[in-house]
T-cell receptor, first 116, second 109 residues
């Protein structure tokens, strides 16, 4: 158990719909990262937050958005869903401050999104 | 361009047959190189962090090494429970993480 909690574990929805994925980082971790993992593809970085502020953006679509709340949990919002958005979405947290450190990521179990 | 390449894509070993997985990288200002294990449908599980060339880390049957351009994950006398996908990632000076696509390891009893 990494200590990172993601809900829901599974989600099935239809094209055009909107969903919200939730992540609670490990206790004390300030950084939250979101990744997408599609079938046969590697982990694609979406976005990172540090203590409530957006710090970096990866290949995140404009239909997707995220935020980190004062209690440090994070939500990833996916809207106008398309079939190609079906994937595993992982949240990870890091115990290190952003600047000057190399620090490992601890991943949640993921949210499996299926768009029909 | 920062990137990570892992080889082979897939590896089948007999139980007890030792081998190595490769991770080559180009990155601007390496802050760390990380190895993860991922089981199907699960989140990656952290294994090792390496920070500088020449560094080595060991855990049970796994040993990770780092040079200036690549890292190796050596698996000694593997068991079926070592079957998983092994991911390599680097953290650049921008603090961003770049993941390889992984090596899928199957250990046959």
């Amino acid at each position: 158990d990494s200590g990172v909690t993601q809900t829901p574990k599974h989600l099935i929805t239809a094209t055009g719909q909107r969903v919200t994925l939730r992540c609670s980082p490990r206790s004390g971790d300030l950084s939250v990262y979101w990744y997408q993992q599609s079938l046969d593809q590697g982990l694609q970085f979406l976005i990172q937050y540090y203590n409530g502020e957006e710090r970096a953006k990866g290949n995140i679509l404009e239909r997707f958005s995220a935020q980190q709340f004062p209690d440090l949990h994070s939500e990833l919002n996916l809207s106008s869903l398309e079939l190609g958005d079906s994937a595993l979405y992982f949240c990870a947290s890091s115990p290190r401050p952003l600047a000057g450190w190399g620090g490992e990521l601890f991943f949640g179990e993921g949210s499996r999104l299926t768009v029909l | 361009e920062d990137q990570v390449t892992q080889s082979p894509e897939a590896l089948r070993l007999q139980e007890g047959e030792s081998s190595s997985l490769n991770c080559s990288y180009t990155v601007s200002g390496l802050r760390g190189l990380f190895w993860y294990r991922q089981d199907p449908g699960k989140g990656p599980e952290f294994l090792f962090t390496l920070y500088s060339a020449g560094e080595e880390k060991e855990k049970e049957r796994l040993k990770a090494t780092l040079t200036k351009k690549e890292s190796f994950l050596h698996i000694t006398a593997p068991k079926p429970e070592d079957s998983a996908t092994y991911l390599c990632a680097v953290q650049a000076s921008t603090n961003q993480f770049y993941f390889g696509t992984g090596t899928s390891l199957t250990v046959i009893p």
